[in-house]
């Protein structure tokens, strides 16, 4: 800085001043300017050093922050690691974690899949086992079917054998013993009564055994003016052969049991057969059970009850015919296991259908009739009666006509019987159908009161006196408990006046009443009325 008198130097800092004028001057001015110069380059040089010195403090900050920066650096180098290894290690515990629950999941589901696969081998071991004991099962039950439609086609064809046998025999296996029954028939003569005699014939005959299915009604009369006893038999219908020759098991799917058809021819000639045994066995028992003193011959009928193919009617026909006489028919050998039966009836100049089977007839020796039953004349009551008749006010011989005509609209021949003698029998009447037809003993009861246990009882005894297939007892009043549980059992049917009543306007169109004085047990006002 200068000024008016002098320069001034700034010496380390501080102004000095310097004097112009004078050597004295001049000297201080070099010694000034020295200082100046020596303050200056002092200065300089203290600038240097200052410099310097903050040139090293600045290398020195900067070597202090790049240490820094370096440790900043290295410490967040080290922290990034230590992050990173932290996050490795977290990463690696993760994994080893969800390694851990990996393999602890997976051994859940191995062991889950290890006793699933041990329930499945256990479940098909069962099913095996199941199958096997089902298998060894059916395989038993389906050999126990074989056996048992083996066996059951063994005991079918035993039984057809066994048929065919019985049919074979019913000559030859006559029971014996037969002259105890002849007995029994003369008792019947002791009062000369030859309707009893007739009677006792049939009671005898039907008491004989024959194989089932063979054995038919007997139906008996005596003519003692050529001492003939007239017999008449049913003889089996077709049906008694076996259709069948055998049975066989079939192998099949389902297996069955099949049955092997006989031939119809050698159907034919078994019945044919079967046809001839019979009528011999029937004569041979009628001369057995009838006394040589009073009875010579036999006239012989053979019928069968059966249905005609063409028009569905009942018929009879007459299928084997002859007159023998005891004499001629002791020449037979019957129990000759060679005896030909048909040659035998052919001897006898017997009337023989060419083809029974077929039930072609032929013409009988005599017509049987009902002369042991002492028949009244008949009398047409019902188109005499009031439109609404009362059944008990009716007169006795119209009543019992009345059940006649009854009878005869059902389908049965009837007839109605004498009052006097007639053993407590008001009619008799025929039913003509096969297997279930036969003689029926009717008797009616026009009464107010219960009809009593011992009338049923008594009709009965009838029915097997007279060799009846059963016994009808018809009423206007009602029957007791006693005689409903006794009538079943002994071939009895019974018919109450409400029945009796439904039946009349069911068949003849009678609206009848009942004049009874009560209402029987049981019975509806509508019963009577």
């Not at 290890?114 to 038993?140: C, G, H, Y």
């Not at 077709?238 to 020759?245: D, F, G, K, L, R």
């Amino acid at each position: 800085m200068t000024v008016a008198s002098g320069i001034a130097f700034p010496v380390m800092g501080h102004l000095l001043p310097f004097d112009l004028d004078g050597g004295l001057g001049m000297a201080r001015r070099k010694s000034l300017a020295a200082q100046l110069l020596q303050a200056y380059q002092a200065g300089k040089k203290e600038k240097a050093a200052a410099a310097k010195r903050a040139e090293a403090e600045l290398a020195r900050q900067a070597r202090a922050a790049e240490r820094e920066a370096a440790a900043r650096a290295r410490r967040e180098a080290r922290e990034e690691r230590e992050a990173a290894q932290a996050w490795v290690r977290a990463q690696k515990e993760k994994q080893a974690q969800q390694s851990a629950e990996s393999r602890k999941a997976e051994q859940i589901v191995r062991d889950l899949e290890k006793r699933q696969a041990a329930r499945a081998k256990e479940l098909e071991q069962k099913r095996r086992a199941d199958a096997r004991e089902q298998a060894a099962a059916e395989r038993q039950a389906k050999q126990q079917t074989v056996e048992a439609l083996r066996q059951e086609a063994a005991e079918r064809t035993a039984d057809v054998e066994k048929r065919i046998e019985a049919l074979a025999s019913v000559l030859g296996a006559r029971p014996g013993g037969l002259h105890g029954l002849r007995l029994q028939v003369e008792e019947t003569l002791s009062d000369g009564d030859l309707d009893g005699f007739a009677v006792g014939v049939e009671a005898a005959l039907g008491s004989i055994g024959y194989p089932a299915g063979i054995g038919g009604e007997r139906r008996a009369a005596f003519a003692p003016e050529s001492r003939e006893l007239i017999l008449e038999i049913e003889l089996p219908a077709q049906a008694v052969i076996p259709s069948v020759m055998q049975y066989r098991f079939k192998a099949s799917a389902p297996p069955s049991v099949v049955p092997q058809p006989r031939k119809e021819a050698e159907c034919r000639a078994l019945y044919r057969d079967l046809v001839a045994r019979l009528a011999l066995r029937a004569i041979d028992e009628a001369f057995a059970v009838t006394p040589p003193s009073l009875v010579d011959g036999v006239a012989f009928m053979g019928k069968v009850h059966a249905k005609d193919r063409a028009t569905g009617q009942a018929i009879e026909p007459c299928l084997v015919s002859v007159r023998v006489s005891r004499e001629g028919f002791d020449e037979l050998v019957l129990d000759e296991p060679e005896l030909d039966p048909v040659a035998s009836l052919r001897y006898l100049n017997a009337i023989v259908s060419q083809h029974p089977y077929d039930l072609e007839p032929v013409p009988p020796v005599v017509t049987f009739d009902l002369t042991r039953y002492k028949i009244a004349p008949e009398r047409d009551v019902v188109a005499g009666l009031d439109s609404r008749p009362d059944l008990v006010a009716m007169d006795p011989i119209d009543f019992e006509h009345l059940i006649r005509r009854l009878f005869e609209k059902i389908g049965l021949k009837s007839w109605v019987t004498q009052a006097s003698r007639d053993d407590g029998i008001d009619a008799v009447a025929v039913n003509e159908e096969p297997l279930i037809g036969g003689l029926c003993i009717i008797q009616a009861k026009r009464t107010k009161n219960v009809v009593s246990a011992e009338t049923v009882r008594s009709v009965a005894g009838i029915v097997n006196d007279k060799s009846a297939s059963k016994g009808i007892v018809v009423t206007t009043a009602w029957f007791g408990k006693a005689s409903w549980d006794f009538a079943p059992r002994n071939r009895v049917e019974l018919i109450d006046g409400r029945h009796l009543k439904s039946l009349l306007l069911e068949h003849l169109g009678i609206d009848a009443l009942i004049g009874l004085p009560k209402l029987p047990p049981g019975w509806q006002t509508r019963d009577l009325s």
